[in-house]
C-alpha cells in the first residue's frame, strides 16, 4: 500500500462516515469534516465557493453497506443471546436496533449495487421472525407492526433499484454512444410537488428515501421523453402503476411513472418530441401525478431538478457495484 493509496482511503473512510452520520441532511460532499478544529487557527467558517455541478461524478454514501452492517451485528447479537438464556426484553432490544438501522438506510440513496443487500435483509428478517415463533420467544408487542413498516422500507428500496436494470427486467439498451446527454422537462409546465431527497411517506408517514420529482399535472397531459433513447420498458410495475423507462446511452436512464396510457413499447426509438404516455394516477400515487426518475452509469439516482438541461457526460465510474451497472456502461 503506498501513502498515497492509504491517505485516500483513509480520506473515503472519513467522507463516508460524514456521509453516513448525517443520514438526515444530505449535504453536498466536499466540506471538510470538522472533526477536531487545528489549536491556533480559529475553525473557518466553510466559504470555499461551490465546485462545478459534477453531478455524475458524484457517489453518497448508500444503504447496502448501512444494511449489512445493521444485519451483521443483528446477527451477532442473536448469537450471543442464544448462548445463554436471554430475557425477552434483550430479545425486544436486538430486534428494535436492526428495524431503526434499516429504517435509516432506507433514507439513503440508493444504488444499483445495494439491490443484494435489500434482498438480504427482507430474508435475515423473515428467517430470524420465524425461529423466534418457533421458539415461543416473548417480542415487543408493537413488533409486528415495526416490523411490517420495516420490510414495506426495504420492499419499496428493491422495486426502486429494479426499475434501473436488475437483469432481465429492462429490455436490452443498444449500444448508443454518446459525448453528452442533456435532459429536457419532460412536462410543458412543470409544478413539483415533492422533491428529490428524504421525505415522508404519503402512505405510511414513514421517513423514505424518495429517488425522483413528483411533478403536478393534469390527468391525460402528455408526457415526453426528456431525451432522444430507446424505450427499455413499457408496462405495469407494481407501485409505479404504468411506467416506462428510457434509456439514453452512456448509461443515463430516466423513467416516467403513474401513467395513464402508454403510447411506446419496448425496443421502441423516441425522440424529445414523442409522447411516451399521459399523466396518469396508476400505481401507488395519492393523485394525479408524473414521478420522474433519473439514474446514471453506476446505477446511481440523480436530483432530476438538478440535472435537467445540464449537459451530462458519461463518466464511466469504476465502482463495480453489480454486474449490471457495468454492463450498461459504454466507452
Ligand atoms: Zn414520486
Known amino acids: 500500500v503506498t501513502p498515497r493509496n492509504s491517505i485516500s482511503a483513509l480520506l473515503l473512510l472519513t467522507l463516508f462516515a460524514v456521509g453516513c452520520a448525517g443520514s438526515q441532511q444530505v449535504t453536498s460532499s466536499d466540506a471538510p469534516p470538522t472533526t477536531e478544529a487545528p489549536p491556533e487557527t480559529p475553525a473557518p467558517v466553510v466559504t470555499a465557493p461551490l465546485p462545478p455541478p459534477t453531478v455524475v461524478a458524484e457517489v453518497p454514501a448508500s444503504p447496502g453497506p448501512e444494511i449489512d452492517r445493521a ?85 419499496e428500496g428493491v422495486d426502486a433499484l429494479q426499475l434501473i436494470g436488475a437483469p432481465g427486467f429492462l429490455g436490452p439498451a443498444p449500444e448508443r454512444t454518446v459525448a453528452s446527454v442533456v435532459l429536457r422537462r419532460p412536462l410543458p409546465t412543470m409544478a413539483v410537488t415533492s422533491p428529490f431527497g428524504p421525505r415522508t411517506d404519503p402512505f405510511s408517514g414513514h421517513q423514505r428515501f424518495h429517488a425522483g420529482v413528483d411533478l403536478g399535472a393534469k390527468e391525460g397531459s ?110
Open 71 to 155: 444485519l451483521r451485528s443483528f446477527l451477532a447479537t442473536r448469537v450471543a443471546l442464544r448462548a445463554a438464556p436471554p430475557t425477552a426484553r434483550q430479545h425486544g432490544e436486538a430486534w428494535l436496533d436492526v428495524l431503526y438501522r434499516l429504517d435509516d438506510a432506507c433514507l439513503l440513496q440508493p444504488v444499483a449495487g445495494d439491490l443484494g443487500a435489500f434482498v438480504r435483509a427482507r430474508a435475515t428478517l423473515e428467517v430470524e421472525l420465524e425461529h423466534d415463533r418457533r421458539r415461543r420467544v416473548a417480542l415487543p408487542p408493537d413488533l409486528d407492526e415495526r416490523l411490517k413498516e420495516t420490510l414495506a422500507a426495504v420492499d
Open 222 to 331: 402528455m408526457v415526453f421523453a426528456a431525451a432522444p433513447g430507446t424505450v427499455v420498458f413499457a408496462g405495469w410495475q407494481g407501485g409505479f402503476g404504468r411506467h416506462v423507462v428510457v434509456d439514453h446511452g452512456g448509461g443515463i436512464r430516466t423513467s416516467y411513472s403513474h401513467l395513464q396510457d402508454l403510447f411506446v413499447h419496448t425496443g421502441q426509438v423516441v425522440d424529445g418530441e414523442d409522447a411516451l404516455g399521459s399523466v396518469g394516477n396508476t400505481g401507488r400515487s395519492t393523485g394525479s401525478h408524473l414521478h420522474f426518475a433519473v439514474t446514471n452509469a453506476a446505477g446511481s439516482f440523480l436530483d432530476p431538478l438538478v440535472v435537467l438541461d445540464v449537459p451530462l457526460t458519461p463518466t464511466p465510474v469504476v465502482k463495480a457495484a453489480s454486474a449490471s451497472a457495468s454492463k450498461s456502461m459504454k466507452r
